[in-house]
């Protein structure tokens, strides 16, 4: 398969996808969970009919609570969330719901801090952004012995980029996924990324290695587009085979598993596909283009 040779297409592509994902944040931003605003989480459990979200909130209007969102889920479950440091007016409204709703049980209370909810941001970008930083590090390091036709450290530039446009897309489609669903980003969220860039970045690494071992065997004998091209195809089935063993049980989990780690999961499905999209199709693309500018470059000066 012509991949390298049809990388411009890829490029665009992905270039798109970044774009439109930038814009959604720019312009809904993320549905942040308590995790990060603060706030009481209710789960509730139904015995009997299940109330309409709307009956919920008219019968919680009076306390006044700040951002209220109530979501349904399966099986007569449903959760109420919203912003209050006040523990009276928290007892007050469990008390209402239980008086409003015959056969309700709140099986579970949560209280997050507008203080904590600060730090677990600081805390969520640090780490995104450390992990970022130590994957670009450990690859220049790990391919220091290539250094032909491109720098070690490029491999790591590389990767990075892969790893950049597969974390925006995810963060991206949650924007979407929280302007017209309402899906809420918590500390789950932030778990998923960081597996994504792990998942990802382990791809990458195994095509860069083929790659790595074809150019040691070579040598400057063959074309460099063309070896980055044969080594995709030499890992193209591994890449493919690993990725949907991976949805297999990803799908299972967002049918069948829980609702506290159905997102979770989800994140984890979304990251996983474009991170193997990234592997096959851009990351290997970037060190072609990387080095094919330095081709340009070297002719323009000897002109």
């Known amino acids: 398969m012509k991949i390298i040779q049809k990388r411009k297409g890829f490029l665009y592509l992905s270039a798109a996808l970044v774009i439109t994902s930038v814009l959604f944040l720019s312009i809904w931003g993320l549905k942040k969970g308590i995790d990060f605003t603060g706030g009481v989480?209710?789960?509730?459990?139904?015995?009997?009919?299940?109330?309409?979200?709307?009956?919920?909130?008219?019968?919680?209007?009076?306390?006044?609570?700040?951002?209220?969102?109530?979501?349904?889920s399966e099986e007569g479950t449903m959760f109420v969330r919203f912003v209050s440091d006040d523990d009276t007016k928290n007892e007050e409204v469990q008390a209402k719901i239980r008086d409003s709703f015959e056969g309700v049980s709140i099986e579970r209370v949560?209280?997050?801090?507008?203080?904590?909810?600060?730090?677990?941001?600081?805390?969520?970008i640090t780490a995104i952004v450390l992990a970022v930083i130590g994957i670009a590090v450990y690859i220049t390091w790990a391919f220091r012995k290539v250094s032909?036709?491109?720098?070690?450290?490029?491999?790591?530039?590389?990767?990075?980029?892969a790893l950049t446009h597969d974390t925006i897309i995810t963060?991206?489609?949650?924007?979407?996924?929280?302007?017209?669903?309402?899906?809420?980003?918590?500390?789950?969220?932030?778990?998923?990324?960081?597996t994504i860039l792990g998942y990802s970045v382990n791809?990458?690494?195994?095509?860069?290695?083929?790659?790595?071992?074809?150019?040691?065997?070579?040598?400057?004998?063959?074309?460099?587009?063309?070896?980055?091209?044969?080594s995709i195809n030499e890992t193209l089935a591994r890449s493919i085979n690993t990725s949907l063993t991976v949805f297999i049980v990803l799908l299972a989990t967002i049918f069948f598993g829980g609702v506290t780690i159905?997102?979770?999961?989800?994140?984890?499905?979304?990251?996983?596909?474009?991170?193997?999209?990234?592997?096959?199709?851009?990351a290997s693309a970037f060190l072609v283009e990387i080095w094919e500018r330095e081709i340009r470059a070297k002719q323009k000066e000897l002109n």
């Open 262 to 282: 159905k997102y979770f999961s989800l994140a984890l499905l979304i990251g996983i596909f474009f991170g193997t999209y990234s592997s096959i199709f851009i």
């Open 41 to 72: 989480l209710l789960e509730l459990k139904f015995s009997q009919d299940v109330p309409t979200n709307e009956e919920v909130s008219d019968s919680l209007s009076n306390f006044g609570l700040g951002s209220l969102t109530v979501q349904p």
């Open 148 to 161: 032909y036709p491109v720098e070690s450290w490029k491999y790591g530039i590389a990767a990075v980029i």
């Open 203 to 230: 791809d990458t690494i195994v095509v860069f290695d083929r790659i790595r071992e074809n150019l040691n065997r070579a040598g400057a004998k063959h074309d460099f587009e063309e070896t980055v091209n044969n």
């Open 110 to 124: 949560e209280f997050v801090s507008s203080v904590i909810s600060d730090e677990l941001k600081k805390k969520a």
């Open 171 to 194: 963060i991206g489609i949650f924007s979407f996924l929280g302007k017209f669903y309402g899906i809420e980003v918590n500390i789950p969220f932030v778990a998923a990324l960081l």
